[in-house]
């Protein structure tokens, strides 16, 4: 059974960074993209950040870009997001998941990916 697990979550002031991890279980998941989508209450999910399969392209949301960094680790099966410079509206559930097949550009729906874990909250306070 394919598990993915979200850590790192918590509360944090504007202008503060946190490190998100997502760790797999059940599959290897260095042939595949991953993603992490956030969302907030009352809105839809998101796209915040995407790696393919080895790391060498990544993809973020412009709300993001320059704030947020994605890596990977298949060595150890897991995928990091480092927050930093945070703001309220950063305030959501993040959520990682794979892609459901090996794919050379990394997509950005939500339906293109599957095993999405329970996801880890973040608070940005003003």
């Known amino acids: 059974q394919v598990q993915l697990v979200e850590s790192g979550g918590g509360l944090v002031q504007a202008g503060g960074s946190l490190k998100l991890s997502c760790a797999a279980s059940?599959?290897?998941?260095?042939?595949?993209?991953m993603v992490w989508f956030r969302q907030a209450p009352g809105k839809e999910r998101e796209f915040v950040a995407g790696?393919?399969?080895?790391?060498?392209?990544?993809a973020y949301a412009d709300s993001v870009k320059g704030r947020f960094t994605i890596s990977r680790d298949n060595a150890k099966n897991t995928v990091h997001l480092q927050m930093n410079s945070l703001k309220p509206e950063d305030t959501a559930d993040y959520s990682c998941?794979?892609?459901?097949?090996?794919?050379?550009?990394?997509?950005?729906?939500?339906?293109?990916?599957?095993?999405w874990g329970q996801g880890t909250h973040v608070t940005v306070s003003s």
């Open positions: 998941a794979r892609s459901r097949s090996f794919v050379w550009r990394i997509p950005t729906t939500d339906t293109a990916f599957v095993n």
């Open positions: 059940g599959l290897a998941v260095s042939s595949y993209a």
């Open positions: 790696v393919n399969w080895n790391g060498s392209s990544v």
